[in-house]
């Protein structure tokens, strides 16, 4: 799957094309009634409403830019040890890697990886299980991670605080990059390059950042978990129950909605399955995706 933001290419590496969720649980405070009156752009991608699911995607975005290869959220990976999602807990023979040696796209070849955030679905494939170590899964690649988002989360962790999920998670497939010397610690506003800004999206995260594209007319944001599933567009203040702050994901969510209806912006969550990526345009008071095939 692969779609194009002005000269970059994207490629879409999919790791779980279909991790449901339960919609009472994981958007508590979803209006029902506004699902049923989208129903057909919601069913049967995004919302199961009779099963009461809400369904997605963990997947990778591949950029090759500039002669440079970018490859953002690193999944859920193999052999790690997940044990609150069964379908996740050292799993392997995911194919993750195949996939993206198909699309033309060689581990070793991957310059950067850079993690929106650092929960346990989107840094998964930075390392891999060699002789019982973990190991750089991307052997040239450096690897970004939010200067802030990787000090709360040790906080968290040397604390004791941190979710299991996610402390294991830290130990498995983040920790090792730092030890291994192979992270760049960035801040708001860093340029990757022409036209690339990481841009703060709190809320979901302390530190969660976005990669602003913006290419003359051509415009995207890779916004990570600031929107889970196009449920959010329709209503922008649905925070996740897995958001840190789900007043300033809120916050977030709604000023990424307003600038992509304004600009032309393509929104490219990290989760959304379908065409994997949506333009917001303006609803009544509200918002609602343009679900471009286009793009898948
Ligand atoms: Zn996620």
């Known amino acids: 799957m692969r779609f194009a933001i002005g000269d970059a290419t994207v490629d879409v590496i999919v790791d779980d094309d279909d991790f449901g969720l339960p919609l009472a649980e994981f958007l508590p405070g979803y209006d029902r009634g506004l699902i049923e009156a989208h129903r057909a752009t919601l069913e049967p ?25 970018l490859l953002i959220d690193a999944c859920i990976g ?80 040397d604390a004791g605080r941190a979710p299991p999920i996610h402390a294991r998670a830290l130990e498995q497939s983040v920790i090792p990059i730092v030890e291994a010397g192979r992270v760049d610690l960035v801040d708001d506003g860093h340029q990757l390059g022409p036209g690339l800004r990481l841009v703060p999206l709190p809320g979901h995260t302390s530190g969660q950042m976005g ?8 415009r995207a944001i890779f916004c990570g978990d600031a929107v889970h599933n196009p449920v959010q567009i329709f209503q922008p203040d649905l925070s996740t129950s897995s958001c840190a702050d ?5 916050e977030t969510r709604t000023k990424i909605l307003a ?30 995706p343009v679900l471009d095939a286009r793009h898948g």
């Open 259 to 288: 600038e992509a209806a304004d600009s032309g912006r393509l929104v490219i969550p990290a989760h959304f399955r379908g065409p994997r990526c949506a333009h917001v345009r303006r609803d009544g008071g509200g918002y609602a």
């Open 211 to 218: 990669l602003m594209v913006d290419y003359a007319q051509h």
């Open 78 to 157: 193999e052999h790690k040890d997940i044990p609150e999602i069964p379908a996740w807990h050292r799993r392997r023979g995911s194919g993750f890697l195949d996939r993206l040696r198909a699309s033309g796209i060689d581990p070793a070849g991957i310059d950067v990886v850079f993690c929106t955030h650092l929960h346990v679905d989107h840094v998964g494939w930075n390392t891999r299980q060699d002789n019982g170590r973990w190991q750089p899964t991307f052997p040239n690649a450096r690897y970004l991670f939010g200067r802030r988002e990787l000090a709360d989360w040790m906080t968290q962790h």
């Open 45 to 69: 991608v995004f919302i199961d409403l009779a099963r009461g699911v809400a369904k997605h995607a963990i997947q990778s975005f591949v950029v090759r830019t500039g002669g440079r290869t």
């Open 246 to 250: 789900p007043q300033l994901a809120r």
